[in-house]
């Protein structure tokens, strides 16, 4: 089996173009959301804007990733208002804005909006991250927000309002990486979203694994075929995860640790799960599609054209028809 | 004096602080002598008799064949009702050291029972002489119930008879508590056993709860009735009498009495008292103008046996961890893979397990299953139900019939394009904790795929000899079972199956020791998971038979 | 994609099928390809020896059929296994998840070695019958018009 194509077809199956119109669901819903926060919000809200992985041009199409952040004014929510309570007066908007369309739900950062499936069974999903400028009219100038922590985010305790970042200058680092090295690092990152997309919900954030990738790039002497530098990320994070000085530094905060969004033990899982992977791959090259399948929906076939593999065809032995 | 007697007698005299005070004589059976040990802490040393049996220094049976005896110590822990010690030593087929060991022991008993009146932190059950009643044996087993009882709380109870069998060489009956009522036969709880346990034919007895222990010394149960009689209120007498006179007219010859006590603030115990109908130890007796119940001092109580079985002992001696005994289960498909599963799970405390099976069982399948020859052909669920509820007695099966798979099949295979019923399908297999799919049906797991599940849904299949054993527990569970088995990873044969006569649908050929080594290891392999909180990831258990047998496990 | 088959042939597996009525019931096809791979004819069946049937489930084995699929491939032109057939009585011939479930299980036996295996269904009630073919095609399954 030759590894570099099977990745470059992972690829090609996954890319966001051929899901056009899903693709223009989500735009159009998040549209309709981000007019919903404008109207109720006025003046106290900023425009909010896409920070998910469309926008950073590292998507894939099977999961969209539609992050809306919602930067809000210093005073939104009374001059004296917490972060806390921003967080609560814009998920209960949203609750009762969309609780007969969507399930509503309180996440880490964000209020997770997931629609009901539609008539075509394709359920659209947004989540919405509300941040507050540091201080009153400062974020034209810095663009800088702080967000609230609602769950146990890794080591960061729930109720903390210690996450200060700068998003727009987060999108803007990993898109210019991503673009800048198309063939190596987007490749990388939206190989590892579909492995993460494999594993269900794993703990690991789509915004890490941009981060560790760009960072493998940087410390390491990364070359060789799509399948070599798959490889060389995979074992930068076995060997790096769990060690105790290591770091990933927020772009749109140095002082953010993004390390300290998993716990040690799910650190422990990350560094395994990428252990076992490299070893059941080693043994059998075949195992490589397991971890990282084509999209099934696009697999890719001679256009209307009857085909057989090879020899006779026989039919499989037993089969249940209903 | 024969030279075994020379011998004893000549190594006790060697022993530091040990005194032959009446020298060893070859009895009928037995060697017999007296001696005295001494332990610091003593004034002076304690005398033993000590009887030594033929068989010493090899124990018989479970027991030592050396016994200390001193009746003055009955009040002491440990101390057997003749009044010998009970020790436990280190095994020695040479006379002279099994005796140094014994005298050890006994030593320690002293320094620990004696001196320190030790008092073990586990609590010992009263004892109480097992003796036949009218020729038969009685075990009563009871299960903790959600009632407090008050002091001297009485009336009845049912209980139902398991079933018969030798204990030593007499008959013995089982039987399960299974309601207390009150004296009106108000219900006040009832007893939690399966449900083909709460079915079984039932009979009375009655109950009293004392609070407080029958004995004298928290050691031995009252061995004659007058020593109970403060205990029992006349009130309780005079039900006692009304009950034997009703009882008259029916069948049963006997009636037994439920003795309860706490033994410690939380935990009841219940001894049961045989009575024979017509024969109770009451009479009447007129004093100042009036009748009373007296208790007929004389007779001999007899007590039957007794067992708590409620979850916390049944399944004391181990059990998978509790995120898994606590869980809701479902398996799917119940051949050899999942019935070993179910009753694996059953037996380590497991009480909510569900079945989905649409197959027949055959008196082929037997040899490598959990099922038995003697039941016949029969529905799988539907026999292995029955298989459950005679290990457990705590075993809950909510669905499992035949009608249940059949539905489900049904649902699932033909209606899945409909959504408001997918969506019931999955808000049913949802209340599911773990889902075990041992069906090793390609179309199953390709449906249960398209499923949005949030129980923990593990595959198990098996290739053709046993070679491997493979688990799917992630996501992608289709594409790896498909990869593994179709995609030529794992190498196993695939021609040398097995053509059961007037079938055409071959299987794999595979033991039940084959197939169960494999099973135990991948549950052991998730329940350590379990234990330690980590998630469950897709595994191949592969096996080389070259030389030695290896097993390896592979985490993906 | 095109594809043809004899009314004779047709009306023959009608004929079988009902024959089972109130059971589901099928077989193999066989036929050809056209050079350019656009064209498919089918021109027989072959059914199979021993199979498991309910109203709702028909499972099939493939007893003796590898023999009898060598005489097809020694013909001119080559026959061998193009899909598969088989009857939902009372009913309509529109795919049920596991009809689509045996595609899937066809696409990936590597021995089948058949990318996209054309699945008959005959819908059939006393007074009609009707025919649906379909075509398992770029993970999708198309129906002939």
Known sequence: ?322 | MNDRVTKINTLIESIPDVKLLKPFVQGKFDIEGCISVFVEGLEEGLNFDVSIDPQYPFKSHDTETIKFYNEDLLAYRHIMGNGSICIHTAHSPVLSDKLCFDIESVKAWIRKYYINKDSDTHYEHLIVTNKAFKGNHFAFFFNEVEYSFSKNQFGFVDYSPLSNGIFYKDKIRSNILQVFYDRNRKTLSDVKWNIQLKFLHRSNGVFIFLKDTPSNNQRWAFEKWSELETFLPQEFLEFLHLVEEKSQKGKEKFLPLFIGYNITEAEIHWQVIMLEIGNFPIYGEKVNKQWLTMIDGNRTIDWAITRNCSYKYFFGRGRLNEQLTNSKILIIGIGAIGSIVAKTLVRSGCTKVDFIDYDIKEPENVCRSEYSFYTGISNKTNDLINEMCLISPFFEVAYGGFDYSEAFNFFLKTHLTDMNIKSEIEKHLNEYDVIFDCSADSDLLYLLTQLNINSTLLNFSISNHAKQFVCAAEQNRYEFITTQFNGGVLKFDTDDLYNPTGCWNPTFKASYNDINTLVQYALKHINLRFINDKALRNFVIETDDTDCLTINLKEF | ?145
């Open chain 3, 1 to 145: 994609m095109s594809l043809e088959a004899h009314e004779e042939l047709l009306n023959g597996l009608v004929e079988k099928g009902k024959s089972h009525y109130p059971n589901e019931f099928g077989g193999i096809l066989v036929g050809y390809y056209s050079q350019d791979n656009t064209y498919l004819h089918i021109t027989d069946t072959i059914l199979p020896k021993t199979f498991k049937a309910s109203k709702f489930s028909f499972e099939r084995s493939t007893k003796g059929i590898e023999r009898k699929l060598g005489i097809y491939y020694k013909e001119i032109p080559k026959q061998f296994y193009v899909g598969e057939w088989h009857t939902h009585p009372d009913n309509s011939p529109i795919p049920s998840l596991t009809d689509i479930s045996a595609l899937n299980a066809i696409i990936n036996n590597q021995d089948a070695c058949l990318a996209n295996p054309v699945l008959l269904i005959i819908g059939y009630s006393k007074r009609k019958v009707d025919f649906g073919f379909y075509v398992w095609f770029e993970n999708k399954l198309y129906r002939y018009e």
């Open chain 1, 1 to 322: 089996m030759d590894k570099n194509s099977h990745l470059e077809t992972v690829i090609r199956t996954h890319q966001i173009t051929k899901e056009k119109e899903l693709l223009n669901k989500h735009i159009q819903k998040k549209n309709e959301v981000k007019n919903a926060l404008e109207d109720e919000y006025g003046s106290n809200v900023y425009a909010p804007f896409n920070s998910g992985s469309y926008e950073k041009n590292t998507a894939i199409n099977t999961k969209f990733d539609f992050d809306l952040v919602s930067p809000f004014r210093r005073n939104a929510f009374g001059s004296g208002g917490t972060l806390k309570e921003m967080y609560e007066a814009v998920y209960d908007f949203l609750f009762h804005k969309y609780k007969n369309v969507a399930e509503v739900r309180k996440q880490k950062v964000s209020i997770g909006l997931e629609f009901y499936t539609d008539s075509d069974g394709d359920k659209i999903k947004i989540d919405v991250v509300p941040g507050r400028e540091l201080n009153q009219d400062q974020y034209k100038d810095d663009e800088n927000l702080n967000l609230f922590v609602y769950y146990k985010y890794g080591n960061i305790d729930a109720g903390s309002e210690r996450i200060k970042t700068n998003v727009q200058s987060q999108i803007n680092n990993i898109k210019e990486r991503a673009n800048k090295e198309k063939d190596s690092i987007r490749k990388i990152i939206r190989l590892l979203k579909v492995w993460k997309n494999t594993k269900g919900n794993y703990p690991t954030k789509s915004f890490f694994l941009e981060l560790i990738t760009i960072k493998a790039f940087d410390k390491g002497n990364i070359t060789g075929n799509l399948w070599d530098k798959l490889k060389a990320v995979l074992e930068y994070i076995r060997d790096n995860i769990t060690n105790s000085d290591f770091t990933l530094k927020d772009p749109g905060n140095s002082s953010n640790d993004l390390a300290d969004t998993l716990t040690d033990s799910e650190k422990d899982q990350l560094a395994n799960d990428m252990k076992n992977m490299l070893d059941r791959i080693k043994e059998n090259d075949e195992n490589l599609k397991t971890y990282f399948p084509e999209n099934p929906k696009f697999k890719e076939e001679d256009k209307n054209r009857y085909k057989t593999n090879g020899s006779i065809p026989m039919p499989p032995p037993k089969l249940n028809f209903g």
